[in-house]
């Protein structure tokens, strides 16, 4: 078991504690931190531990999504986590494991249960059987009943720093340039930085993105003109992640476990992939006005290629009300606000300045 969590990137805090659980594990996980920093990747290595041991042969189909003894849990369709689920989860946790002692559910998206469907899970959770771990995985404790979330040992995920990031990249063979550019774009995503590694568009992405300060005007039509630009940067990035489900969607094909339910959690991939790298480009945004900010008052710059006449565009308190802006756009995009209009009402916004 000394191998459950070899390559993954970040989190050794997280994946020790992890790794001491995975012989008598608790009844019930709570896994909470951003999207994308590799919560649903540890909670399945976390499961082949539980359920493995040093079995690679049952670890790989833990993995996959094809042991008997790992229950999935996930939106039906693109809505929440529904009732009939939850009380469907009951009725199986209450089932005798098919291969081994345990069984492990996985609720990748907790966020998405409704109330209905987490108080069907209450009472399993108060009392649970013996042979029955369930991990859920969500963004933030609030995002659950406070039921539920009391009931769950709690395991907070943070960003992982670009350092770590590039090096863990190095590591699987990802040349140094451009594992330094994902590393950078990827907000502190391992799982995003990875998919976008083997892509030469990631520097183009974010040259994009810092030359937005130098081309915003008042005029409401060149937001929209520059919310169209940092969209097709986007694209080709976008494409990789397509094909990277692709690939794993026809590997599960061959081997019988491709479902609907893999398709629908393929495309909810796709739309948070495509919010995420629009919150990692505007942070890119905001690290340019923290730079401006950052230059005038004696303080060290982040982004060592910003030119130097950039820097002094704006008086340090209106760079950090820029940055402050993007930071109200990012919530708005995280809210499901369309990405267009909220970008064109930024830059026609910080335009102004």
Known sequence: MGRLFEGVIGHAAVTDVLQRDVVEPAHAYLLVGPHGVGKATIARRFAAGILCGDDTQCASRVLRGLHPDVVLIEPDGRAAITVEQARNAVALANLAPVEGDRKVFVLEEGGAMNDEAANALLKTLEEPTASTIFVVIAE???????????????????????????????????????????ARISGGRPGLAISLATRADVAAFRNVWMSVPLRLSEHPGDGYRLADEVALAA???????????????????????????????????????????????????????????????GAPVRNPDIPAPALTRLRPRQAVRNAHRILE???????????????????ADIGES
């Open 329 to 347: 756009a990012i919530e708005a995009i995280e809210a499901n606000q369309r990405p267009q209009l909220a970008l064109a009402a930024l830059f």
């Open 140 to 182: 933030s404790e609030d995002d659950l009943p406070e039921t539920v979330a009391s009931r769950c040992r709690t395991v907070v995920f943070g960003r992982v720093g670009e350092d770590e990031i590039s090096a863990g990249l190095l590591n699987l063979g990802v040349d140094e340039e451009r594992a330094k550019q994902a």
């Open 235 to 297: 694209a080709p990035l976008m494409a990789a992640l397509k094909e990277r489900l692709e690939d794993e969607a026809a590997t599960l094909e061959a081997e019988g476990g491709l479902s609907r339910a893999v398709e629908q959690r393929h495309a909810r991939e796709l739309k948070r992939a495509a919010i995420a790298l629009h919150v990692s480009g505007l942070e890119v945004l905001a690290g340019f006005y923290r730079d401006v900010a950052a230059a005038q008052l």
